[in-house]
């Protein structure tokens, strides 16, 4: 039974061939078969030879009542057996295997029992039954409560299964294993005052019952990992029996009723699995993973990541690796924080990992994706030591992590500068955006010089206008017009783009920012000001009014010559109103960024507007309205 459950997975597995079965009465025959008439007169006079003999043997002579054979005899009747065919000979032994295995003591506890272990940053609580993971809180981290954060999500654990349970492609045998109460050993380690096991230590959990034993070891010490070994067989044959994390983090909120604030997001949307393997790290979104879906490749580590928090697994021999993705779908209402409304499906993925070899051996991470800590943990490297990549790049800035990492390491620099409290990242967001806008004043100066060029020579540009005015928008002719405006502009060293520069170089600014803010687990939950957590919208809408308010000043003391005065107004309403919109659902680190980004250019743009070359596109732009405001008049008096 168990070979046809595993030969999809492992079809092209030629290490253990299955025996050749032939038939041993044809064996003597050559690749002609013999002759068809000599055959048949042998074997008629066989079966006539063979009828003779049991007709003599039950008609004809008598049969003495046998005695019993004594001890002796009977060891040599077993001795004689031996020389029965082989065939018969695996089944008997077979068959005598299983009656030992079955005759095993069962092992097992006799109700269902808990033990916690913790050291500095964690507390984990195990159950006996299926010697899983039920509770493991994080010290350092909070939950949205001001708890300790549990990386377990309850809720969903308690449909799909808690970490540390068995997987196997037998559902019976995984329910059996998964809620078997198990024999606790616990090696090492001391008690604390609350009854729970200090690290270092050793967790020893056993199962036998049916022929299946059972077998989970696992050792703690001072880190965010532990380390796993697993065994399972099934009457002494091994049993490939993955380790799972099955579905989800604590970190995801949405699936506790009424839990989420409106302006919460939920964190499954940023779930992703995530494996490292020949040195590539590979990334597929929630929504995109398949479920029990089994990859055989070496991998380093194998993980399930959401913004701030990952649980990775990590084979002690990547070589052997296997893991198997597991995906869900669970409902949740569209209005979070709400109980009526419609509902939604949401993506809740897991994994499990195992060896190929039937014993498995692996490091479980689970906890935050922050720099020093994932820098702290390395995969096993190929010489069998701990020097293959680290975790670190379970951090993921997106596309523009050129400029993002920079950004974040900028930022991380003035935290420590400033000292370790959590507000002083507000003033970190500052104090980046103060040296991003100095550093690009240069760009902002490049912009007004070629506005001030374009402005001087719009004489001449709308000479030109009027020169093929009367020429139809598809006439060819109008090609003579484009080219000699660009001569026009090449003489004037005037560049077409030198207004468009500063916006180029601050859209991936902003964009990496952003990534910074969203996925930098430093400013979860950090408080600045009025703001209590950079990492969540501004609760009071301050930010967001703030933004409005100063792009609309910039926008309205920027001079604007060359734009129609119209779709100035315009522009000068309608982007504050959009950018402020869209503060109101983004972190709240990220529109302090771009709030004290309006600030900065607002103070920037007075001082400009004071300049000699600010005064002179000052003085432009009122000659160009004075001559639009008389051109308007006298075509009024006509």
Request: with cysteine.
């Amino acid at each position: 039974m168990q070979g046809r459950l595993w030969e999809p997975h492992f079809a092209t597995d030629r290490k253990y061939p299955l025996p050749e079965i032939q038939n041993p009465n044809l064996q003597s025959q050559g690749p002609g078969g013999g002759s068809g008439g000599d055959m048949h007169t042998t074997l008629s006079f066989m079966l006539l030879v063979i009828l003779l003999f049991f007709g003599y043997e039950f008609f004809v002579k008598p049969k003495p009542t046998p005695p019993a054979p004594p001890a002796h005899e009977q060891s040599q009747t077993t001795q004689g057996a031996r020389s029965a065919p082989a065939a018969a000979t695996a089944a008997q032994q077979g068959g005598a295997q299983k009656t030992a295995k079955a005759a095993l003591p069962a092992i097992s506890a006799k109700s269902v029992s808990a033990t916690t272990i913790e050291n500095g940053v964690y507390r984990i609580v195990f159950s006996n039954q299926g010697g899983e993971i039920k509770q493991w809180f994080l010290k350092k981290y909070n939950n949205n409560r001001g708890t300790p954060l549990n990386m377990v999500q309850p809720q969903i654990a308690d449909r799909f299964g808690y970490p540390l349970s068995f997987f196997t492609y037998d559902p019976a045998l995984n329910k059996q294993l998964n809620q078997a109460l198990y024999k606790v050993t616990v090696l090492g380690g001391q008690r604390a005052a609350n009854g729970a096991l200090l690290a270092p230590a050793t967790i020893r959990f056993e199962y036998a019952a049916d022929g299946i034993e059972a077998v989970k070891t696992i050792h703690f010490d001072s880190s965010y990992v532990i380390s796993v070994d697993a065994e399972v067989t099934r009457n002494g044959a091994p049993v490939r029996a993955l380790l799972a994390w099955p579905a989800g983090l604590g970190d995801m909120t949405e699936f506790r009723s009424a839990s989420l604030l409106p302006t919460e997001s939920l964190a499954s949307a940023a779930s992703q699995f995530m494996w490292s393997a020949n040195g590539k790290l590979h990334s597929i979104k929630a929504v995109k993973v398949s479920g029990n879906a089994t990859l055989a490749e070496p991998f380093s580590y194998a993980a399930i990541t959401d913004l701030y928090f990952a649980a990775a697994f990590l084979p002690n021999n990547p070589a052997q690796a296997t893991v198997v993705t597991l995906h869900h779908a669970v409902e949740l209402p569209t209005k979070p924080g709400k109980s009526n409304g419609k509902e939604k499906m949401a993506d809740v993925i897991g994994l499990a990992m195992g060896s190929t070899s039937g014993i498995t051996h692996l490091r479980l991470f689970a906890g935050p994706k922050e720099t020093d800590v994932l820098n702290s943990i390395h995969a096993m490297g190929s010489n069998g030591t701990l020097t293959g990549p680290p975790l670190t790049p379970l951090i993921q800035f997106g596309w523009f992590s050129i400029i993002a990492k920079p950004l974040y390491l900028a930022m991380r620099f003035l935290h420590h500068l400033l000292g370790p409290g959590k507000d002083n990242w507000g003033w970190a967001i500052v104090i980046v955006t103060l040296i991003v806008n100095m550093l690009m004043l240069p760009t902002r100066m490049m912009m007004m010089k070629s506005s001030v060029k374009m402005m001087r020579i719009q004489p001449k540009v709308e000479a030109l206008k009027r020169k093929y005015a009367h020429l139809k928008l598809n006439d060819p002719k109008r090609t003579e017009m484009n080219t000699e405006m660009m001569q026009l502009y090449q003489s004037e060293g005037v560049s077409l783009y030198g207004g468009c520069l500063p916006m180029l170089i601050q859209m991936p600014l902003l964009y990496a920012v952003y990534e910074v803010l969203e996925n930098a687990i430093e400013l979860r939950q950090a408080h600045w000001l009025w703001l209590p957590d950079l990492s969540m919208p501004d609760p009071y809408y301050i930010l967001p009014i703030l933004i409005i308010i100063t792009m609309f000043l910039v926008q309205y003391i920027t001079p604007s010559p060359g734009m129609d005065p119209a779709q100035r107004r315009m522009m000068a309403f309608f982007m504050p109103v959009m950018f402020g919109f869209f503060m109101l659902h983004f972190p709240s680190g990220l529109a302090l960024y771009w709030g004290m980004g309006n600030i900065i250019n607002l103070i920037i743009q007075l001082w400009i507007n004071q300049s000699k070359m600010g005064k002179e596109m000052h003085a432009m732009a009122a000659r160009r309205a004075a001559k639009k405001a008389g051109d308007r008049r006298a075509l009024a008096r006509r």
